[in-house]
């Protein structure tokens, strides 16, 4: 497999060079591996801090920035990042008025986030954390117990950060982003499956006339193997899936998120089914966002989070957002 690398070593030390040259309002250290926003940390504001394995951009150090994360910690592909890196962020954004640990559930993150956060809470920080699980495509995975935290964890990051940012006491920050996770599903498909650095291969083998549907954000397979479908016949499928457990009430907010090695052409055919069978159901859209946010490598495929939506939650997601991987209303 060609890949545009120079060793698989140095491939995240690589990309957080490249990061810190392209955004000099973020605060990147390499040695120790924590992205910081660089006027954290910012007066009376709930610091919020999130991370995990490399491969996934830009989540989480492409949403770090205003409205949203204020420090993100990689660690090596698909790996999580330890504990001193997260207490190194919490101490970098603490303000004296706490810090929200957002955390993937996958088992390597849960642990080094709970040790974390007793790190930090040692050094006198006020700590809470939440824990995102909205796929539902499958429960104790290769990779966790209980469900995934996928797609949701952009809404999380989003929502939660301009409640942050407007600023709310840590417990109501908090809240919100809990809010945000129990409102959310998610479901996702791969085309293909993706190429870590250090294997310089596939991470499964999936067939040229086959698809995954299911899938994780770490190359794990999914819960069911098909044929190759339609995109009209994904949508349906994946939609469903999340309707069978989320029967919202309220429009929803929806994600039509790329894998990493999915062309928009083929992101944006896909929302437009995945907007008629939304509507075929009765389920109205109050803002959609398509594009590569949460991803995993250059697998190709895709997956939808739909976040049942209220006032509060809207207003929030339309608070201005300035991050490399999300930028609007600055």
């Excluded at 207490?87 to 040790?115: C, E, H, P, Q, W």
């Excluded at 600023?167 to 959310?184: D, H, Q």
């Excluded at 966002?289 to 495929?301: E, I, P, W």
């Amino acid at each position: 497999m060609k890949m545009l690398i120079n060793v698989p070593e140095t491939v995240v030390a690589d990309g957080l060079r490249g990061l810190a040259a392209a955004h000099p309002e973020l605060t990147v250290d390499v040695e120790n591996r924590v992205i910081v926003r660089r006027d954290a940390p910012v007066a009376d504001k709930v610091g919020l801090v999130s991370g995990g394995g490399s491969g996934h951009e830009p989540l989480h150090g492409g949403f770090v920035g205003h409205g949203m994360l204020d420090a993100a910690c990689p660690g090596e592909v698909f790996t999580s990042p330890v504990p001193d890196q997260m207490a190194r962020a919490a101490a970098a954004v603490d303000s004296g008025k706490g810090v929200l640990f957002i955390v993937k559930n996958y088992t390597g993150d849960v642990l080094n986030f709970n040790m974390a956060a007793e790190l930090a809470e040692d050094e006198g920080i006020q700590v809470a954390s939440v824990l995102v699980n909205d796929d539902v495509a499958v429960t104790d995975s290769l990779y966790t117990a209980g469900r995934r935290g996928v797609g949701a964890t952009l809404f999380v990051e989003k929502i939660a950060g301009a409640a942050a940012e407007e600023g709310a006491p840590l417990e109501r920050v908090e809240a919100i982003a809990r809010k945000v996770n129990e409102s959310s599903r998610s479901f996702g498909v791969a085309l293909s499956a993706c190429t870590t650095p250090a294997k310089g291969g596939p991470t499964f083998d999936l067939p040229p006339g086959e698809l995954e549907l299911g899938i994780g954000i770490h190359g794990e397979p999914g819960r069911e193997r098909r044929a190759m479908m339609t995109s009209r016949e994904i949508a349906d499928f994946a939609v469903d899936a999340i309707l069978e457990d989320l029967r919202p009430d309220s429009p929803v907010l929806a994600l039509v998120n790329g894998m990493g090695a999915t062309p928009l052409l083929e992101l944006y055919g896909f929302n437009a089914e995945v907007q008629r069978v939304l509507g075929e159901r009765g389920v109205s859209v109050a803002r959609t966002l398509v594009g590569n946010y949460v991803t995993s490598l250059d697998m190709a495929g895709c997956s939808v989070t739909l976040c049942q939506s209220d006032e509060e939650l809207l207003r929030l997601w339309d608070a201005p957002v300035a991050t490399a991987g999300l930028r609007w209303g600055r």
